[in-house]
Nanobody, 123 residues
């Protein structure tokens, strides 16, 4: 029900825009988030946005100022604009939806997950 896309190979300093399209239900009342998991590492929080299209956002310190999370509820789509990418941003990126509309960085509190889209940043 959540389909992430937009990953790819990019050089350090470059940009990518990830999308997460929802289907089967409307996620406009859900808080949404992005997480990532690098090879051999645990999944980590990246960013979250409240249920409103221009809602509150919260970022991990490691991406603050470089990444922007946004959503278009009319299109039932979540985005992650990633600028000034670094090799340490290399990971599989996952989108997720939280049914109570509450922003959280805790992955266990999300109810729906998309499949990962791979981002590789070369140095």
């Amino acid at each position: 029900q959540l389909q992430a896309s937009g990953g790819g190979l990019v050089q350090a300093g470059g940009s990518l825009r990830l999308s997460c399209a929802a289907s089967g239900r409307t996620f406009s009342d859900y808080a949404m988030g992005w997480f990532r998991q690098a090879p051999g590492k645990e999944r980590e929080f990246v960013a979250t946005i409240s249920w409103r299209s221009n809602g509150s956002t919260y970022y991990a310190d490691s991406v603050k100022g470089r990444f922007t999370i946004s959503r278009d509820n009319a299109k039932n789509t979540l985005y992650l604009q990633m600028n000034n990418l670094k090799p340490e941003d290399t990971a599989a990126y996952y989108c997720a939806a939280e049914s109570h509309g509450m922003m959280t960085k805790r992955g266990g509190e999300y109810d729906y997950w998309g499949q990962g889209t791979l981002v590789t940043v070369s140095s």
